[in-house]
T-cell receptor, first 114, second 112 residues
Framework: EAGVVQSPRYKIIEKKQPVAFWCNPISGHNTLYWYLQNLGQGPELLIRYENEEAVDDSQLPKDRFSAERLKGVDSTLKIQPAELGDSAVYLC????????????FGPGTRLTVT | GDSVTQMEGPVTLSEEAFLTINCTYTATGYPSLFWYVQYPGEGLQLLLKATKADDKGSNKGFEATYRKETTSFHLEKGSVQVSDSAVYFCALRETGANNLFFGTGTRLTVIP
């Protein structure tokens, strides 16, 4: 069974440019998460989807970040415009759903903003 | 609010040494507790978990016991190997909730 797929793995952009990250969860997983992991820190939740509905986006900086999960499968996280402080690893995870479902993580996208 | 405090690293051990990575937590309810491991270039993987007080999670020679009286979930392994070199994250999830709260991670390097 394929795991959570993320692309790109690495991205370098200049500040004020837009950037997008893509995530394909494990087949059949209804719940999808985006996390932000700063250097030397643990992951922090940005947004959680149940199918196509964003059920927890309280930590998503909505002035520059947006996300979508059309059709309840793949998801895209976008930053526009990027700032230097956005340099981090963006992790996607999925779970079968329900509060007891184990979360499976993708390898992440490492973003560097110059 | 919920939080996890993890032993700061990095930790460097010789092969076959004993490992302890401390983790304490603050939670409003009765959380489940987890240890995740992140090998170089890979995503986080669940290493072990415990869902109630006094439960012991174990996997791949690693163990951690859910201690409610000390709000702790320390990770231990009796004899580490070079292949255990990774970053280890302690995390909690409140009962009935989906979201995980992670500690800052502890980098372990095992030298031959």
């Amino acid at each position: 069974e394929a795991g959570v797929v993320q692309s790109p793995r690495y991205k370098i952009i200049e500040k004020k440019q837009p950037v997008a990250f893509w995530c394909n969860p494990i087949s059949g997983h209804n719940t999808l998460y985006w996390y932000l992991q700063n250097l030397g820190q643990g992951p922090e939740l940005l947004i959680r989807y149940e199918n196509e509905e964003a059920v927890d986006d309280s930590q998503l900086p909505k002035d520059r970040f947006s996300a979508e999960r059309l059709k309840g499968v793949d998801s895209t996280l976008k930053i526009q415009p990027a700032e230097l402080g956005d340099s981090a690893v963006y992790l996607c995870a999925s779970s079968p759903g329900g509060p007891a479902g184990e979360q499976y993580f993708g390898p992440g996208t490492r973003l560097t903003v110059t | 609010g919920d939080s996890v405090t993890q032993m700061e690293g990095p930790v460097t051990l010789s092969e076959e040494a004993f490992l302890t990575i401390n983790c304490t937590y603050t939670a409003t309810g009765y959380p489940s507790l987890f240890w995740y491991v992140q090998y170089p270039g890979e995503g986080l993987q669940l290493l072990l978990k415990a869902t109630k007080a006094d439960d012991k999670g174990s996997n791949k020679g690693f163990e951690a016991t859910y201690r409610k009286e000390t709000t702790s979930f320390h990770l231990e392994k009796g004899s580490v190997q070079v292949s255990d070199s990774a970053v280890y994250f302690c995390a909690l999830r409140e009962t009935g909730a989906n979201n995980l709260f992670f500690g800052t991670g502890t980098r372990l390097t095992v030298i031959p």
